[in-house]
């Protein structure tokens, strides 16, 4: 900048430039300044700094846009850390399967008319899928269709539609611990939710099942009521 300086020294447009400047300052300092606004700034107020309350400082909206960011902030973290409290092995995989319960229609299945209990003889025959049974609770159920799919984890998954509030079941993997391979086991029906869905999980012989339907877990509870007694 000095060297551009140095070089425009002299020029008619630099000399001009500086009139103007001059001009322009002289203008504003020439500008009376309305009493109201002197108040705002006195000698005081310049000189000793400002007191503020904590009352005062609580107004201003910087310092309430930060408060209600960490408070959200906060309340996301607690709501995961309490929705992870609940959490088992194949709880996430769960949760996927009823965002694709949701997304799901019947003409993708192919079409079964028969007892829900009845599809693990067909997924062991015609898949090879060992244990893929649907428990007792809710093997009288009449079905629409049924499928086989892997997952994006390449894990094979039986996917049942019957009649009952169009519920869906599913069949999948049981989580497996990393070091020895052994399916990772766990008691009774556990809960998930997703986009609206609930869903009903239990696990025995290393494959889970889940009962899926949408709407609250209070519509689940009743069919689970004699697994419990």
């Not at 009823?98 to 993708?108: D, E, F, N």
Request: hydrophobic fraction near 45%; include cysteine; proline fraction near 4%.
């Amino acid at each position: 900048m000095r060297a551009a300086v140095s070089r425009a020294r002299g020029s008619d447009e630099f000399t001009n430039q500086q009139g103007f400047d001059r001009a322009v300052a002289a203008l504003v300092r020439a500008i009376p300044i309305p009493a109201e606004a002197v108040e705002w700034f006195s000698d005081k107020d310049l000189t000793s700094p400002s007191k503020w309350t904590w009352k005062k400082t609580a107004r201003n909206p910087a310092v309430l846009a930060i408060g209600i960011a960490l408070i959200v902030i906060a309340g996301v973290f607690v709501f995961n850390f309490v929705g992870r409290l609940n959490d088992f092995p194949g709880s996430g995989t769960a949760r996927k399967l009823l965002t694709i319960a949701g997304s799901t229609r019947s003409v993708l299945l192919d079409p079964v008319t028969g007892d829900a209990g009845t599809l693990s003889d067909l997924f062991f025959l015609k898949h090879g899928l060992e244990h893929y049974d649907v428990p007792a609770e809710f093997a009288d159920f009449q079905t629409i269709g049924c499928r086989v799919f892997e997952d994006d984890e390449s894990q094979r998954i039986a996917q049942i539609w019957v009649a009952e509030k169009r519920m869906q079941f599913f069949l999948f993997p049981a989580e497996r611990d990393a070091k020895t391979g052994a399916a990772l086991q766990f008691s009774g029906w556990r809960y998930v939710h997703q986009e609206g869905w609930v869903g009903a999980v239990t696990e025995r012989n290393g494959v889970c099942f889940m009962a899926a339907l949408r709407g609250p877990e209070k519509d689940l509870m009743p069919y689970l009521a004699t697994a419990k007694q």
